[in-house]
């Protein structure tokens, strides 16, 4: 990726399988017939450019589909975006509204990256409120917390060799040739899928799920850091990605282009029934995750409902 003055970072144009400009598409088209918005569950994170699902829905729609999205983006990135995906005169735009980060991803964008600040509210109550939760920890060193970032040894360590790493690709030609060749000849290197060691966190912060059909990982403490809707920081990224959705959707009715939204809900929610069904006691961050979470569909979808917003559950 590379820094941005409106977005913070955008995906960096030909990298991979990225294209000219930055995003994970074979090719830009002068035009297409959707346009997905979204951040690295539309992008496809894990998973070869074509198993992303706006490649898949190309494929069994037979539309063509052009993918803008990039991890960390939020659905007010997506409002700056909106001009890109108007200029290919689609006739459909999708914008993915996930809500593992999403209400988080706004807020940063707008109070800590500064941007679309037209949208900040001007109720001095919430400002405060805000300013004193940010006092008392960042939302970005909380997730750290959470994700297991404490063990300072083994994060100085791998901070070390990453800034070797770092200047070794921006001042020796020698070493971006030896990466280039590696991603040529071996593009599947880094997805093999190798054991790993447990790292602290998921022994304090996770727990393992298995029944008859699949085996998972859930950290519902870490995703409740950015959906717990008594965080007044999670409240007004809330209130901003519902703003945004709003005013793509008038951008986009006023260029004649179709405008829905796709809900694409934590895999702590989609395994709810099985979880529920399997467990005694079910976690206590569990549980408040998952009726956070609800509440919080439940609010959006009325929102959207109200404004006669379509969207794809």
């Not at 074979?26 to 706006?54: H, N």
């Not at 200047?167 to 880094?190: C, E, Q």
């Not at 793509?248 to 179709?258: E, G, I, L, R």
Request: proline share 5%; glycine share 4%.
């Amino acid at each position: 990726m590379i820094k941005d003055r409106r977005l913070g970072v955008r995906p960096r144009p030909l990298y991979r399988d990225h294209d000219r400009n930055g995003f994970r598409n074979k090719l830009v088209p002068l035009k297409t017939d959707i346009v997905a918005i979204g951040d690295s569950q539309t992008y496809g994170t894990g998973v070869p450019r074509e198993r992303a699902w706006p490649q898949q829905l190309a494929e069994l729609s037979k539309l063509s589909t052009y993918n803008i999205s990039w991890g960390t983006y939020g659905v007010t990135h997506g409002l700056l975006l909106l001009d890109d995906a108007l200029a290919l005169t689609p006739m459909r735009i999708i914008q993915a509204f996930y809500s593992g980060n999403d209400l988080a991803d706004a807020y940063t964008l707008v109070y800590h990256q500064r941007s679309l600040q037209e949208l900040k509210t001007r109720n001095q109550t919430t400002l405060n409120a805000m300013h004193d939760a940010e006092r008392i920890e960042t939302l970005e060193k909380k997730a750290w917390r959470l994700w297991g970032a404490a063990d300072r040894r083994e994060s100085a360590r791998k901070g070390f060799l990453t800034s070797i790493k770092r200047f070794l690709s921006r001042h020796s030609r020698l070493y971006g040739l030896v990466r280039a060749i590696r991603n040529k000849v071996f593009p599947d290197l880094k997805n093999k899928e190798t054991p790993k060691r447990q790292e602290p966190f998921q022994r304090k912060y996770a727990f393992s799920f298995m029944n008859t059909r699949c085996r998972t990982e859930f950290t519902p403490e870490y995703r409740l850091c950015a959906l717990d809707l008594d965080d007044p920081r999670i409240k007004e990224g809330f209130r901003l990605s519902l703003e945004a959705l709003c005013r793509m959707h008038k951008k986009a009715k006023a260029a004649n282009t179709a405008f829905l939204v796709l809900c694409i809900p934590t895999k702590e929610l989609v395994f709810k029934e099985e979880v529920y069904r399997a467990l005694t006691p079910v976690p206590a961050s569990y549980r408040t995750l998952v009726d956070n979470e609800e509440r919080f569909w439940e609010q959006t979808k009325h929102a959207l409902e109200k404004e006669k917003i379509p969207y794809i559950d």
